[in-house]
């Protein structure tokens, strides 16, 4: 099992975050694609978002990340099978919530 984790890193100089769009569009639209059509179910197990509150150096320090969306899957040759199609879609998607340049980090899942 990989985790495929795209990480917000938060902006001190500021910056644009629409969670609303990014929860209820966004995501919803990545996780649509990476399912569709066998066998790209392995592509995406299952997900979560994060949405920074807090960071850990001192009280009411920001988030170091705005947002964290990961997708599950059973393997990275599953989820590039299923994102390749979609990228550009899924990439011209980014504007309409942020003006962050995402990170992305491929896991392997070790416990969990």
Do not use: W
């Not at 769009?21 to 990545?30: A, E, F, G, S």
């Not at 066998?38 to 009280?59: E, T, V």
């Amino acid at each position: 099992m990989i985790k495929v984790s795209v990480l917000y890193p938060h902006n001190p100089a500021g910056f644009r975050f629409d969670h609303d769009y990014y929860r209820t569009q966004h995501v919803p639209m990545v996780v649509a694609r990476l399912r569709a059509g066998a066998p790209h179910a392995a592509a995406c197990r299952a997900f979560s978002i994060d949405k920074g509150i807090g960071g850990g150096g001192a009280p009411g320090a920001p988030a170091p990340f705005v947002a964290i969306a990961h997708f599950h899957a059973d393997s990275v040759e599953a989820f590039m099978a299923a994102f390749g199609p979609h990228a550009q879609e899924i990439i011209a998607d980014v504007p309409n919530y942020t003006d962050i340049t995402p990170v992305m980090q491929i896991s392997e899942v070790v416990a969990g």
